[in-house]
């Protein structure tokens, strides 16, 4: 036996209708459907238990649809976090159900010092995070005639969608009846996506990746488009479709005749700086080095990879100054097979497993199909730039052996500013020395989307692509394991 619904709220809540996702345009839904509600009753008038719907004295919105069930029993909801393709289930996804009332408000446009305290809007009623196998259970859920509004978010990818057909005081299992509805966005008309600015480089074919793992093409354009995903070229990268693409100065460097710098790169929730296939310090200027610093500082996301190292442990061409980022490891110049140090096929790459997330970071890849029987993950095009990092700053992911039987560090994540209390650090860089490989790419097409091969991920590609997500999370001592929003 359950407890009554309370009033009418459960049939003139049937407005919540968005059984194919709601966009960022459409952030509204749920909440004028809570707000119909709360008109059909009398706010003056309480339920017999003693509370009002939207009264902060009782039940809040479809808090006053959470039922008690004999015998102890729940109302739960589980299924599973996928990527936008619905490829690869998602660690670390919030998964909640909003009180109706409270807007789930659109996100603040450029980038900001969000934490993690502050990561939801709408006043969940029940939170949860994925797992590394991408699960979720919500228990005590709501019943609501139309169906349970549910929000899915990592950091600014969000979609927000309606369960149909959720039964009380039982277990409703929608793992595979509703996989579609439990994955991110692929275009903005199916939900929110973080602006990313990338600046393609000559040797990682990083946006292959991003199409990869399911981001629609028309999501790339060039920065005056109206895509999610802005293109710019750095030196010897792939242009967008027969446009005039800029370069990549254009996003870092605010000296002329370019047009970035920090305010150009605070627009971006992430920005992207994959391998260019060489050092090329003639287009990283000072001013652009710092830029970046700022950027990250003011809580932006940076990934890069490989020779991307110039933008962490050298300082500009000329410059005596000490680069802000040297200290987060032991860097070198760079060593590259054959005569480097690390295999340039098949390296058996090693997952940190001390810390909580690197723990699930090893059990995703074994469930994702990306590691060997012995648990390792194979490596192509690897280098060697980075022999360790500083524990205080700096968080070793994977490892390598050099042919000097010693460990080197193929990937790590510091947080940002460095040097500060990490309740001040809201801002975060990821650091590869392995990348998408050329074999990503048909050297028969010159532009992308058709320069990159529908090959399935590699294992590296599934390795990057976990860092992606967890790039987009809110910021947190990687030592701790994620929480659920409170």
């Known amino acids: 036996m359950t407890t009554p619904w309370r009033g009418s709220l459960a049939t003139t809540a049937l407005s919540l209708v968005c059984l194919n996702g709601c966009s960022s345009s459409n952030d509204s839904t749920f909440n004028n459907a809570a707000a119909t509600a709360d008109a059909g009753k009398d706010s003056t008038t309480p339920w017999p238990d ?18 008690s069930c004999d015998g102890g029993a729940t109302t739960t909801l589980s299924g599973k976090v996928w990527d936008p393709g619905g490829i690869n289930p998602l660690y670390n996804a919030i998964v909640y159900v909003p009180n109706g009332v409270d807007p789930v408000e659109p996100f603040p446009v450029g980038v900001s010092c969000d934490t993690c305290a502050t990561r939801t809007t709408g006043s969940p009623v029940v939170a949860t995070v994925t797992d590394y196998e991408g699960k979720f259970v919500l228990a005590n859920i709501p019943i609501i005639a139309a169906g349970l509004p549910l929000v899915i978010q990592v950091g600014k990818w969000r979609r927000q969608v309606t ?13 595979t009846t509703q996989k579609d509805l439990t994955r991110l966005p692929k275009n903005q008309s199916e939900g929110d996506i973080p602006r990313i600015a990338i600046a393609t480089g000559n040797a990682d074919p990083f946006e ?8 629609a093409t028309t999501e790339f354009t060039i920065p005056s488009g109206t895509g999610r995903i802005h293109y710019y070229q750095a030196a010897g990268g792939t242009t967008l479709t027969r446009t005039s693409t800029p370069p990549g100065e254009d996003l870092w460097e605010p000296a002329a005749p370019h047009l970035g710098g920090i305010d150009k790169l605070k627009t971006y929730d992430i920005v992207l700086l994959p391998c260019e296939g ?41 410059s005596t ?18 005569d480097g140090t690390v295999s340039e096929k098949d390296l058996r790459a090693t997952i940190d497993r001390t810390f909580p997330k690197g723990i699930a970071f090893a059990q995703w890849l074994g469930g994702v199909g990306a590691l060997t029987t012995t648990g390792h993950l194979l490596i192509d095009e690897a280098r060697n730039n980075l022999d360790a990092t500083t524990t205080t700053t700096s968080r070793t992911w994977i490892r390598a052996p050099n042919n000097q039987s010693k460990q080197v560090v193929m990937h790590m994540t510091f947080n940002t500013p460095i040097g500060v209390p990490e309740t001040t650090q809201c801002g975060k860089v990821v650091y590869s020395d392995f990348h998408v490989t050329t074999n990503a790419l048909d050297s028969s097409q010159p532009y992308f989307p058709d320069r990159c091969r529908n090959d399935p991920m590699s294992p590296q590609e599934k390795a990057l692509e976990f860092m992606l997500f967890d790039l987009s999370a809110c910021v947190q001592n990687d030592a701790d394991p994620p929480v659920p929003p409170r």
Do not use: M
């Not at 369960?163 to 793992?175: E, H, K, L, M, Q």
């Not at 292959?208 to 399911?214: A, P, S």
């Not at 100054?321 to 054959?338: A, E, L, M, N, R």
């Open 50 to 67: 003693g509370s009002y719907f939207g009264d902060s004295g009782g039940c809040r919105g479809f808090e006053c649809l959470q039922v």
């Open 208 to 215: 292959c990746l991003l199409k990869k793992i399911g981001i």
């Open 278 to 318: 060489a050092e090329h310090r003639e287009n990283k200027l000072a001013t652009g080095r710092d830029a970046v610093v700022k950027y990250a500082n003011a809580g932006g996301r940076v990934f890069v990879t490989h020779y991307g190292y110039e933008w962490l442990a050298h300082s500009a061409s000329g």
């Open 163 to 175: 369960i149909p057909n959720v039964r009380s005081c039982t277990s409703n299992d929608i793992t």
């Open 321 to 338: 100054s000490t680069p802000p980022w040297v200290s987060t490891g032991t860097w070198h110049d760079p060593i590259d097979p054959p």
